[in-house]
């Protein structure tokens, strides 16, 4: 879908991502609300106060009320950062082991990658020290590669390849996400950050994601492999 400005009623674009932010926050803000309610009932549950559990429904149960969770905390960050002139909270982790493999490990992922086969390969021969060490709001991060990921694994073709890579020019980071699906044009590799720019979809993902990586100092952007066949996802941090 792409929003077009209509002269005739004043509309703007600057006007629908004013809207949307707002919608959007209110959405996270009322989520979070029922998020709350579950998370409480899910825990009465475990306790015991509901009726007994086998040990596999309980083990079931744990692990969603633990994705909730986590869920819940990203929304709070979210609605945080979408405040304009607002800080969001930062902490030090390693951007491979706390962000990226835990999410590559994750049933939905695994079973996406399964499904299509697809192989993905890491960096870590390429790490300083073992880790890469970045100052960031875990829970967007984690919003930010899941984004990535995500539209990685959709465009890859079956049989397909993803590729996690990094290099460090001494003042930032620089993480790229390469897929073995179709180029982006050259002449949508900006505007698809647009709002409302998007191919299949509503235009929020690259946008949103895009905003939350430049509220920590970096950027995001998509250029073409060295063959020119494929995309790459290069999102680059400060150094801690």
Not at 66 to 95: N, R
Not at 215 to 237: A, N, W
Request: glycine share 8%; proline share 3%; with cysteine.
């Amino acid at each position: 879908m792409v929003l077009e400005e209509n002269k005739n009623d004043g509309f703007k674009k600057e006007d629908a991502e004013r809207y949307a932010r707002d919608i959007l926050g209110l959405a996270a803000h009322d989520t979070n609300s029922a998020f709350t309610k579950i998370i409480g009932l899910m825990n009465r549950m475990l306790e015991g106060k509901s009726g007994v559990m086998d040990a596999e429904a309980q083990q079931r149960l744990t692990y969603i009320a633990k994705q909730i969770s986590e869920l819940k905390e990203s929304l709070d960050d979210y609605f945080v950062a979408s405040i304009p002139g607002k800080d969001c909270l930062k902490e030090t982790v390693d951007l491979y082991q706390n962000i990226i493999a835990p999410l590559c490990n994750q049933e939905y992922f695994k079973e996406a990658l399964k499904a299509k086969n697809i192989t993905h390969y890491f960096w870590p021969d390429k790490r300083i020290g073992g880790k890469v060490s970045v100052k960031v709001n875990k829970g967007l991060t984690k919003s930010i590669y899941h984004n990535l990921l995500s539209n990685a694994i959709k465009h890859t073709p079956i049989d397909g390849l993803i590729i996690f890579d990094f290099s460090d020019d001494g003042v930032t980071y620089e993480f790229s996400v390469f897929n073995s699906g179709r180029p982006v044009a050259s002449d949508k590799q900006e505007s698809i950050f647009d709002l409302f720019e998007s191919e299949g979809g509503l235009g929020f993902g690259l946008a949103a994601i895009r905003k939350l990586v430049r509220k920590h100092g970096g950027d995001l952007r998509c250029e073409d492999s060295m063959d020119g066949k494929h995309p790459i996802f290069v999102l680059t941090l400060p150094k801690e």
